[in-house]
């Protein structure tokens, strides 16, 4: 009874406070209403823009307040002011390891938790939303700001988006999902035009986006300087309403890359809520005037000022008095995500880790040792509360019983001076090892623009080169946000990618070095061996204003599958210092239907006698398509943490989305019936299970047959064959051979490889141009099933 009694309380309980959330949620609402009401059409049109470069606009006599927002998106850029740029000036913020750094982890929770952490930080600093993240697809290793992205596959991206996102709005501070959408090209980005059609848009470029609002509910996101299929981002309806809101169900409001807009009249036709920053009088003047002319209805403007006010009363209700920012907190946890972060791409002989037994006298060479690169150029530059050097933290931490000797190897100031290798190898020469810290300079990766090669410093490669003909164990640590090409990777023992890993990352890299952390870093784009090999090294970064997508899906590892080529490193790749055995690949059901989808077990053991982090990663294929799709695609992945012969079951859900591709004529997902191969994997290239699964689709699909399509295709369709046999009787007979129905008519391709438009000639009249149309009209309303 006492129990009984408890319960039934703790159900009232629950009644009231869902009942007091409603009548909260009205009360804002009721209270935004009258707002809109009270403001002036002048008043809406600013509030439809920022106040100056970091805030949004209030309105004083109303009490409407404006909100702070900041950049970011791996820490906190918070400008002195609103109304200060903030380059150089701007407060210390924890400064995280960049996008690729995090990708690479592959850890949905240690992503969620940098969130957290940077959530933690906005509060402290009274900024309300931050700017970021960045789930734009890695088209190009060219693209200068890959280091800001996370991932050439879009579903990889965007759950890492989402991760991210739920990190931060769960500290009551926005998110900024951005740079929406095919933002792919830092050069001529004011203008150029991601020339791409349908199918690609939605499969690779849409997804990360759809992915995140879905799973996260950004509170903003950010329009593109771009334009998109010839319309710019900020005054897209198809982007802006029809996706966002209309199929993804987006609850909050756009904004404006910094002064990215080109038409404010069609940007609040097309569904952008805020121009940022502000720019002048002007644009506000050209709003209020399209309204007074009709050309701009009023209802809009009201719509899109209520949905801000929507969120800035939001924001203002979740402010936190008093939070602190944890600098030393926040310091070690950015060292702990880097750990996880670092990529082990070659370790030839076990020439890692270095320990006291394998190694008494150690050399570190190169300027990165000491001056290290630890993020991106550009409006995403953190100011660290405080920055850790892999020199500094090995002699104290790992030095006592190692010697440690150091070269500077090269300058960071002339990519070309190769004066000071000589110095450089006589100190390899006289060690045990060498620790060659390389990579690409700040300048070479960087917003605003784009790289035109990826080769590293010709004073870093030559180094490395170098140092291994008098130091037979050399281990190359590379410093870069994306892609490097390695001209001397058959002369190295060891290759560490390190990322730009934060203010924290040289620790990090110290304890992955000396093997106080087994890396697990992945991988998440796959290294060229040169430029040649990559997808879009003919369209980029376009010409006149024009980015043609010419390798359409074939983005990264798919391109790299479908044409064969051996890349240097694959996408989902990296090594461990102990291994990891698959086994015991189970598929719930042998043949399943898209409504049901199916599961996937797998099993993993750690085989060596370390502890140990694997990224298992699950692939499907289409074994036999109406369209031409991939080789395979990530669909699901894990990371899981295993002691030494520990083993432990990792399981997948796969559903009709993970089975779907794009039709970009019928525009809808589509899961067709068939055969499809579920592989489990280490990487993208380490195929270790598959099992086949046969689905049958239930979709019911249009025909999607217009006056174009060939007779051939209304031939095949059992329904529009009978069509054909009443309106072409006479024709068909001319194919049918004796004795045979018109059912049976063998046609010569030439002759029925035509579109409906022209049968009103060949069949010398038989049927009509209106006819023609009536059939169109007719099959509107017929479906397939895949």
């Given at each position: ?481 994306s892609a490097v090409t390695m001209p001397w990777i058959n002369e190295v023992d060891g290759i560490l990618e390190t990322w730009l890993g ?23 784009e796959t290294f060229p061996v040169k430029l040649e090999d990559t997808p879009s090294f003919l369209n980029f970064p376009g010409e006149q ?242």
């Amino acid at each position: 009874m006492k129990n009984l009694l408890l319960f039934s309380i703790l159900i009232l309980s629950n009644m009231v406070l869902k009942a007091q959330t409603k009548k909260s949620d009205l009360d804002v609402n009721d209270k935004i209403d009258q707002l809109v009401s009270k403001l002036t059409l002048e008043e809406k049109a600013a509030l439809c823009s920022g106040r100056d470069d970091w805030s949004t606009q209030p309105v004083e006599r109303l009490n409407i307040p404006w909100i702070w927002v900041a950049d970011g998106p791996h820490g906190l850029r918070r400008a002195p002011a609103t109304n200060k740029a903030g380059y150089g000036d701007q407060l210390p913020a924890t400064c995280f390891p960049t996008a690729s750094a995090l990708s690479a982890t592959w850890n949905l929770d240690m992503v969620n938790k940098v969130g957290q952490a940077i959530g933690e930080e906005c509060q402290a600093q009274n900024v309300n939303v931050i700017l970021g993240p960045g789930v734009n697809i890695k088209r190009s290793v060219l693209g200068g700001r890959n280091f800001e992205f996370f991932s050439e596959d879009p579903i990889l991206s965007g759950e890492l988006g989402a991760a991210y996102i739920n990190g931060v709005q769960s500290q009551g501070v926005g998110t900024s999902l951005k740079h929406y959408t095919a933002n792919n090209v830092e050069t001529m980005r004011m203008y150029n035009n991601s020339n791409m059609d349908n199918r690609t848009l939605h499969e690779i470029y849409l997804t990360p986006f759809e992915i995140a609002v879905k799973k996260a509910q950004p509170w903003t996101i950010m329009a593109c300087y771009n334009r998109v299929q010839g319309v710019y981002g900020t005054q897209s309806p198809y982007l802006l309403t029809d996706m966002l809101k209309k199929e993804w169900g987006f609850k909050g409001i756009v904004i404006s890359d910094w002064f990215a807009v080109v038409n404010r009249v069609e940007a609040m036709k097309a569904g952008m809520h805020i121009e940022m920053p502000r720019v002048s009088g002007v644009n506000d003047s050209l709003v209020v005037e399209a309204v007074k002319n009709g050309d701009l209805d009023i209802a809009v403007v009201d719509g899109l000022v209520k949905e801000i006010l929507t969120i800035v009363f939001k924001a203002k209700a979740l402010e936190k008095e008093g939070a602190e920012l944890n600098a030393e907190k926040h310091h070690a946890y950015a060292r702990q995500v880097e750990s996880e972060a670092i990529t082990l791409l070659k370790n030839k002989n076990q020439i890692l880790p270095v320990t006291k037994e394998k190694y008494k006298r150690v050399a570190i060479i190169g300027e990165f040792a000491s001056a290290p690169r630890y993020q991106g150029n550009g409006s995403s530059e953190v100011k660290p509360t405080r920055l850790d050097k892999a020199l500094d933290i090995i002699k104290k931490e790992y030095g006592k019983d190692i010697k440690i000797s150091y070269a500077q190897g090269y300058k960071l100031s002339d990519d070309n001076d190769t004066s000071l290798i000589d110095e450089a190898k006589k100190a390899a020469a006289d060690a045990d090892i060498a620790l060659v810290f390389a990579g690409l300079p700040l300048q070479y990766e960087s917003e605003g623009i784009d790289r035109t090669h990826i080769n590293m410093p010709v004073s870093h490669n030559k180094l490395i080169s170098e140092i291994a003909k008098v130091q037979k164990n050399t281990v190359a640590v590379l410093t870069n946000g994306s892609a490097v090409t390695m001209p001397w990777i058959n002369e190295v023992d060891g290759i560490l990618e390190t990322w730009l890993g934060g203010q924290a990352g040289a620790g990090a890299v110290a304890d992955v070095l000396f093997g106080k952390i087994n890396p697990s870093g992945k991988l998440a784009e796959t290294f060229p061996v040169k430029l040649e090999d990559t997808p879009s090294f003919l369209n980029f970064p376009g010409e006149q204003g024009e980015v043609l997508y010419g390798e359409r899906i074939f983005v990264g590892y798919r391109y790299y599958d479908e044409k064969k080529i051996e890349p240097l490193f694959p996408f989902g790749f990296g090594l461990s210092y102990t291994t990891f055995e698959y086994s015991n690949l189970k598929l719930s059901a042998k043949k399943t239907t898209d409504k049901e989808g199916v599961s996937a077990t797998v099993t993993v053991k750690n085989t060596g006698d370390v502890k140990g982090k694997e990224v298992v990663q699950l692939y499907v294929t289409d074994n036999k398509s109406t369209l031409f799709r991939p080789k395979k695609e990530l669909k699901k992945f894990a990371k899981i943490d295993l002691e030494p012969g520990e083993e432990k079951e990792v399981t997948f859900k796969l559903e009709a989305r993970d089975f779907s591709c794009y039709d970009g004529k019928r525009e809808m997902w589509i899961a067709e019936s068939g055969e499809f191969t579920i592989s489990a994997a280490s990487s993208s290239r380490d195929i270790r299970l598959s099992e086949v699964v046969a689905l049958q689709s239930t979709q019911q699909v249009p025909l999607a047959f217009d006056e174009y399509t060939f007779f051939s295709e209304y031939w095949k369709n059992k329904q529009t064959r009978a069509l054909l046999m009443e309106l072409v009787p006479n024709w068909i007979k001319g194919f049918t051979g004796e004795g045979k129905s018109g059912y049976n008519a063998d046609f010569p391709g030439f002759m029925v490889d035509h579109p409906m438009i022209k049968y009103p000639y060949i069949t010398n009249g038989e049927i009509s141009h209106a006819q023609v149309m009536e059939l169109v009209e007719k099959c509107k309303g017929f479906t397939y099933n895949p």
